[in-house]
């Protein structure tokens, strides 16, 4: 089984809807992280997790919110979709007692028509 | 200037050769830097990563660190088609930024048979 995974893999969605991204993992990390993937302009920090009570904002986290359910679950939502968030999306995990080395789930391609 | 630069490719590689990725940062506070790889559509995965000045070598892949020329390679030697792939170099603060991982925007290699 994987160690991080994320529902769905795939989405296809409107304008003004609202969808969420589900991250679930089991390797034990306490810190957790969103990510958008664009042609040219690779990887982007969202929004990151510390621990279930700590969230804090990424770089691009306009349009964007999380929640963190538990310290194996991390969720992103759109609130309002729109179509320059259509990208791939990756949680990734990582273990403040183990330097911190980020392991990548497996992502999910959402276009925003 | 960019935090992390590479070079975006494609490099071209004969099976069996060596294949030199570069990758340099611009803030000397750098303290750990990773070497990702990234198929086509897929996640990144973790390759390897380097903390000191000087090689870190694991089965065919070599990582080399210059922090006084803000300067790290990946070598990856007997090239073989199925390294074929975008390899993103990542850099981190460490200390109490080790969450932060700033990404290059990637290097396309191609391995041809």
Known sequence: DADVTQTPRNRITKTGKRIMLECSQTKGHDRMYWYRQDPGLGLRLIYYSFDVKDINKGEISDGYSVSRQAQAKFSLSLESAIPNQTALYFCATSDSRAADTQYFGPGTRLTVL | ?113
């Open chain 2, 1 to 113: 200037q960019k935090e992390v630069e590479q070079n975006s490719g494609p490099l071209s590689v004969p099976e069996g050769a060596i294949a030199s990725l570069n990758c340099t940062y611009s803030d000397r506070g750098s303290q750990s830097f990773f070497w990702y790889r990234q198929y086509s559509g897929k996640s990144p995965e973790l390759i390897m990563f380097i903390y000191s000045n000087g090689d870190k070598e694991d089965g065919r892949f070599t990582a080399q660190l210059n922090k006084a020329s803000q300067y790290v390679s990946l070598l990856i030697r007997d090239s073989q088609p199925s390294d074929s792939a975008t390899y993103l170099c990542a850099v981190n603060k460490g200390g109490g930024s080790n969450y932060k991982l700033t990404f290059g925007k990637g290097t396309l290699l191609t391995v041809n048979p």
